[in-house]
């Protein structure tokens, strides 16, 4: 059975690319094994990411990354069964924010700018899927 789970948390210290490289190489390394995929999306000192899988694999990611000193306030904000993968061509996807069209954060929140907790769980979900249909994603190798 297929899971998307979708949380946000703040980042311990401001993020910048040493950290995002670290998480990136990280989730390159465990998550195909496991039969991970995903996109992640980040801002100045916040992360959202979206992670799909088998529901044991999803849920022991999930319980690991509350655990890591890199993230507050792990918050989780949808996780639902589905039927196929959204991002099924990433192990871990990077959403470029910087190259961002504001009118498609508009569509999912109240203001310009990224903040999942203040939005619905399964607006935040939408809005990466969006992220990634619109070609907002990057892979760091």
């Known amino acids: ?6 949380y946000c948390s703040r980042a311990h210290k401001s993020v910048d690319s040493d950290l ?16 991970i995929t995903g996109v992640l ?4 000192d916040v992360f959202v990411q979206s992670l799909e899988g088998g529901r044991a694999e999803v849920n022991l ?9 890199r993230h507050q306030c792990l918050t989780l904000l949808d996780y639902q ?11 871990m996807a990077e959403v470029m924010m ?3 069209n504001t009118s498609l954060l508009l569509r999912y929140s109240a203001q ?17 899927e969006a ?11």
Not at 81 to 91: D, H, L, P
Not at 131 to 141: K, N, P, V
Request: glycine share 4%; hydrophobic share 40%; net charge positive.
């Open 112 to 128: 310009a700018r990224l903040d999942p907790f203040n939005l619905p769980g399964a607006s935040t979900a939408l809005l990466l």
């Open 20 to 35: 995002v490289d670290d998480i990136m190489i990280a989730a390159r390394k465990y998550n195909p094994a496991q039969g």
């Open 98 to 100: 910087e190259k961002l």
């Open 41 to 44: 999306c980040y801002s100045k």
């Open 1 to 6: 059975m297929l899971v998307r789970l979708t």
């Open 61 to 69: 990611l999930y319980q690991k990354l509350s655990h890591d000193p």
């Open 131 to 141: 992220l990634a249909e619109a070609g907002s994603t990057q892979i760091r190798h």
């Open 81 to 91: 069964e589905v039927e196929q993968r959204r991002f099924a061509n990433w192990s």
